[in-house]
T-cell receptor
Framework: EAGVAQSPRYKIIEKRQSVAFWCNPISGHATLYWYQQILGQGPKLLIQFQNNGVVDDSQLPKDRFSAERLKGVDSTLKIQPAKLEDSAVYLC?????????????FGPGTRLTVL | GQQVMQIPQYQHVQEGEDFTTYCNSSTTLSNIQWYKQRPGGHPVFLIQ?????EVKKQKRLTFQFGEAKKNSSLHITATQTTDVGTYFC??????????????FGQGTILTVHP
């Protein structure tokens, strides 16, 4: 089965510019997550979707970050405007709905560098 | 909020030596998951532990879940160069609306010298 797809794989922008990331989860996975992983740290959840609804966005910096999951499949994460501290890998993960604790499948990530 | 801590942060071993990483949660966990991230890669699920005191083995890897369900460990016997990477534990948030939300530890970076 195809894995979680993300694009682009790498992005370099200057501070105050905007950037968008795209994620296509595994088919049938209703739950989708966006994580931020700063170098040397564990993934930090930014937002969680169940189908096309937001379940948790408590750690999303809403003044600059936004995300949507139209039609409950693909998702985009946007940063506007970017700051230097946004340099990180942005990981998308998906999960089959069901019992709590089912594994999450991660995409390859987008490495963002903000100059 | 919930915190998940791992020690050590780094571990350098010679090939063939054993390796252990420890994970501690600030709250009792319903289950704990372990992930491995190769250098330049993305986290890949290894295992999930659910029961108090549970021990699971995957070839040279042994995973334990503490009796109080607040700590866990991963032990690798006779490390190989293919074991290189960062090992993360992750615990789910209890209840609430964040169904399936995981809090990750900061990871243990394992380096294996041939």
């Amino acid at each position: 089965e195809a894995g979680v797809a993300q694009s682009p794989r790498y992005k370099i922008i200057e501070k105050r510019q905007s950037v968008a990331f795209w994620c296509n989860p595994i088919s049938g996975h209703a739950t989708l997550y966006w994580y931020q992983q700063i170098l040397g740290q564990g993934p930090k959840l930014l937002i969680q979707f169940q189908n096309n609804g937001v379940v948790d966005d408590s750690q999303l910096p809403k003044d600059r970050f936004s995300a949507e999951r139209l039609k409950g499949v693909d998702s985009t994460l946007k940063i506007q405007p970017a700051k230097l501290e946004d340099s990180a890998v942005y990981l998308c993960a998906s999960r089959f709905p069901g019992l709590a604790g089912y594994e999450q499948f991660f995409g390859p990530g987008t490495r963002l560098t903000v100059l | 909020g919930q915190q998940v801590m791992q020690i050590p942060q780094y571990q350098h071993v010679q090939e063939g030596e054993d390796f252990t990483t420890y994970c501690n949660s600030s709250t009792t966990l319903s289950n704990i998951q372990w992930y491995k991230q190769r250098p330049g890669g993305h986290p890949v699920f290894l295992i999930q532990l659910v029961k108090s005191g549970e021990v699971k083995k995957q070839k040279r890897l042994t995973f334990q879940f503490g009796e109080a369900k607040k700590n866990s460990s991963l032990h690798i016997t006779a490390t190989q160069t293919t074991d290189v990477g960062t090992y993360f534990c992750a615990g789910p948030n209890a209840g609430g609306t964040s169904y399936g939300k995981l809090t990750f530890g900061q990871g243990t970076i394992l380096t294996v010298h041939p």
